[in-house]
């Protein structure tokens, strides 16, 4: 049948299970937003307060659902504001579909009005990118850029469609969706065998885990795989969940503030096994000291991976979920009772802690943790607060914990929770901000209340950009230059105007209640939690150095 350009993309989208679009329209895509208004019983619209919103709740969406979530955005300022939540998926490797329409084909590259080239923008930042000049082009690419946005190593895909095109007509027919199914026949045989040699010689393997075991659904995979080699297990930022925090092989996490458990034990063993993690800097410290005992065995779906960051021994090129069950059929079971002691005894040497009996970061952490029951969906900004979530909060289940690893984007934190708890309505969403996060996004508490979205907007106030200050009173001889934030904004006074509720706290007790409170609500509510300006992240390893010098504040004192 003929349709519209409008048309075919609202087909496509149905065609896809898309349930869920988040946006904000404006004059090139009004053929697109008119066709939606007729479809809004099977698309559900989230009209965002600013299009940097719509692009983290797509990510956010996608996270916690596993799904391909999808955004709209206008041509020229609608499809840059799109740009930074873009490259957040990008970096942590999230499939986002995001729709721009620009100006008329024959206005294309003539500076006409409200008209940018946001596929040569998005070019570095994109798994993929279309502009479709042709509607009869237009299904194809759009079946093509869900295909690719979920395949292999995920990413976001950018389609720009002209506003003539979504005027246009062209012959649609209904497609089946296209399901991406891991080729196992990939998985090589000879480096299978070669890594079941490696852990079978090894006396004290580490097994390190990232962000590519949540996005391949390996959990159930990884946990066996543990067993098998038994072998102490941490992880990166982005790899929270995959294995749980609750098992007694979890060491923590790795990296400028992972454990000293994790950090000594990685600096120290024979065999370090990587399962879907690309060795960011701020894993590795100075990456030639980096494990520098134990030979590296690399799983990844990604080649362009392997030797990228870290040279390895050995490699295993595949999807991870593929490639764990591989290895668990050949594995027999291992035995390293004396190396998993010596970790036992470091964790209970260098347990994490920090001061009680004043509210803080940690104890808020903490306390969240309590009364979910460790069944929420931790949403985060970047910063003290994000650090504190990774840390304190301990994750048994993956795609619970959301946050900016790669970017680390400061305002990703509100957006991306709206996008959680519109795709998991049944979890608990809680965002946990800094003051200096919050200012940056802060509008899309509107978006929670005009959607009657009812998320948990944690703020840990410390009136400072607590990481920027951290590292200036460390290593800046407390210049504290531009990160002091002591100015007349109340929060709980700005939720309440945009129809939040908006609780302040100063005590452990008051945020007790207040988080009670909260839960019991069902209403979009911030809690405005007062701490102090320098309380800091511990532990730490300093920047250029090895992860094993890693420190404390006992050691600094």
């Known amino acids: ?184 026949s990939h998985v090589n045989e000879e480096s299978l065998d070669g890594a079941v040699k490696m852990i079978s010689r090894s006396k004290k393997p580490y097994i390190f885990v990232g962000g590519g075991a949540i996005l391949s659904g390996a959990d159930e995979e990884l946990k066996a795989f543990a067993d098998l080699v038994d072998a102490p297990v941490t992880d990166s930022l982005m790899g929270k969940g995959a294995f749980p925090g609750t098992d007694s092989r979890y060491t923590g996490m790795l990296g400028m503030h992972g454990t000293k458990t994790s950090n000594y034990g990685v600096s120290e063993c024979d065999l370090l096994i990587v399962v879907g993690a690309r060795f960011s800097d701020r894993v590795t410290g100075n990456a030639k000291k980096f494990a520098k005992h134990a030979r590296i065995l690399q799983i990844d779906v990604d080649p362009a991976e392997m030797n990228k960051n870290v040279v390895v021994d050995a490699q295993i090129v595949g999807d991870v979920k593929v490639v764990l069950g591989k290895l668990n059929q050949k594995l027999s079971k291992q035995s390293h009772s004396e190396w998993m002691g010596q970790i036992a005894e470091y964790k209970q040497k260098y347990p994490m802690h920090y001061h009680k009996g004043v509210l803080s970061g940690p104890f808020i952490v903490e306390e969240i943790y309590r009364q979910t029951d460790g069944d929420a969906i931790i949403v985060t900004e970047v910063g003290q607060h994000q650090m504190w979530a990774a840390q304190y909060y301990r994750y048994s289940r993956p795609r619970t914990f959301l946050t900016s690893g790669g970017l680390g984007t400061m305002g990703y934190g509100l957006g991306a929770a709206i996008g959680a708890k519109t795709g998991r309505p049944d979890k608990t969403v809680i965002n946990i901000a800094g003051d200096g996060c919050f200012r940056m996004n802060m509008n899309e508490i509107a978006t929670a209340v005009r959607h009657q979205v009812p998320i948990i907007e944690v703020v840990v106030n410390n009136h400072v950009l607590g990481m920027v200050r951290q590292w200036q009173n460390l290593f800046y001889g407390q210049r504290y230059s531009a990160t002091v934030l002591q100015d007349g904004v109340d929060f709980v006074k700005l939720a309440e105007a945009m129809g939040a509720i908006g609780i302040r706290v100063t005590t452990e007790e008051e945020f007790k209640e207040a988080l009670g409170r909260a839960l019991k609500l069902g209403k979009p509510v911030l809690i405005d939690c007062q701490v102090d300006s320098d309380d800091k992240v511990w532990p730490m390893v300093a920047p250029g150095a090895a992860i094993s010098e890693v420190f404390d504040e006992d050691d600094l004192k």
Do not use: W
């Open 1 to 184: 049948m003929q349709l519209t350009g409008a048309e075919i993309i609202i087909e496509c989208l149905k065609e896809q299970g898309v349930d869920t679009v988040f946006g904000y329209p404006g004059g090139a895509i009004l053929n697109v937003y008119d066709e939606l208004y007729k479809h809004s019983d099977e698309i559900h619209h989230i009209l965002t307060s600013h299009e940097q919103g719509a692009a983290h709740a797509a990510d956010g969406y996608a996270r916690a659902t596993g799904k391909v979530g999808v955004c709209f955005a206008t041509s020229g300022p609608g499809a840059t504001n799109l740009v930074t939540g873009i490259a957040t998926a990008y970096m942590d490797s999230i499939p986002v579909v995001a729709i721009t329409c620009n100006v008329g084909v024959s206005l294309l590259g003539k500076d006409s009005f409200q008209e940018v080239d946001i596929t040569g923008v998005t070019m570095p930042i994109t798994k993929h990118n279309y502009i479709v000049k042709d509607v009869k082009d237009l299904a194809s690419t759009i079946r093509r850029s869900f295909l690719i946005a979920r395949s292999g190593r995920p990413g976001p895909v950018l389609i720009d469609v002209p506003k003539d095109v979504t005027a246009n007509k062209a012959e649609y027919v209904r497609a089946e969706i296209e399901n991406y199914v891991p080729d196992a």
